[in-house]
């Protein structure tokens, strides 16, 4: 919509770069062109606001195909107004020049117009197509049948209408129609979907038989090499005992060997030594008997001194020691006066 400015009774009017404004004062083309911006007198001036915009025209309509099911049919159209004088002179696109409103529905007729000639098209097409081709190839032959139409239709050039683009989004039976369609694909895929459970789990059996086998293998190897661990357990106890009772043997030989040789030697040690005891007693025994009576009882004496106990002091009567003296064969000691 237009910009209308009001200042000292006249309008100034500015436009958008996509609005084509033709403007008529005293019945004369004054004003005609894009993007437009003038001061004018409402009073005498007549506007017409054409947009030259690429304009998205979305349509849903019903059709029936050649098995009498009812679809439904969502297109897009993309046209813009190539024309401008054209369109303003089939159209009414004149606007109010106190406030720039347009005053009638232009761009309601153009759609009308569209959305009418697309749906003949697409209803002729669809009226001789069965219902799974229309769902299967349907969008992609009454896009191109709709195109085709539009670019055929006198109408529009006559109106200053270009068709940009021709969209179909869907064909969508009825809803009963469409569970009752995806009923078969449903239980098809559930089937796939038992088939890939029940081979998941026979796979999964093999596994667990696989691993089972796999551990009882496992667990009877593990038993024979315990069965050889005791076995040679064993051996190694025999040749250790074995070894043992060797080296025992062995042991006690050395030991009978070294005792023998031991009490040879003390035998032979204690003969000498009793040769030498022997010799000696016979040696002292001479010497006594070669000695006289006075030097055994001093021997005698000096003997029975190293084996009686300590004495400090000893105190003799004269009798006693004039006998001892006697004895030795000494003269008896004088009385003192």
Known sequence: MADITRRFGWRHLRSAPTAHIRHHKRGRLAHDGPGLSFWYRSLSAALSEVPVDDRELAMAFHARTADFQDVTVQATVTYRISDPAEAAARLDFSVDPDTGVW?????????????????????????????????????????????TGLAAEPRLPATGIDVVAVRVVAIRPEAEVERALRTPAREQIQQEADRSVYERRAVAVERERTIAENELSSKIELARREEQLVDQRGTNARREAEEKSAADGVRADAEAARTVRLARAEAEAAREVGAARAEAQAAWLRAHAEAGPGTLHA?????LAENLPRIDSLTLSPDVLTGLLSRLGRPEPEERA
């Open 299 to 303: 021997l005698a004496a000096t003997r």
């Open 103 to 147: 005053r009638g529905a232009p761009l309601e007729q153009i759609a009308t117009l569209l959305t009418e000639t697309a749906q003949q098209h697409a209803l002729d097409v669809l009226a001789r197509t069965p219902l799974a081709a229309a769902l299967v190839d349907g969008v992609a032959a009454v896009r191109e049948r709709v195109a």
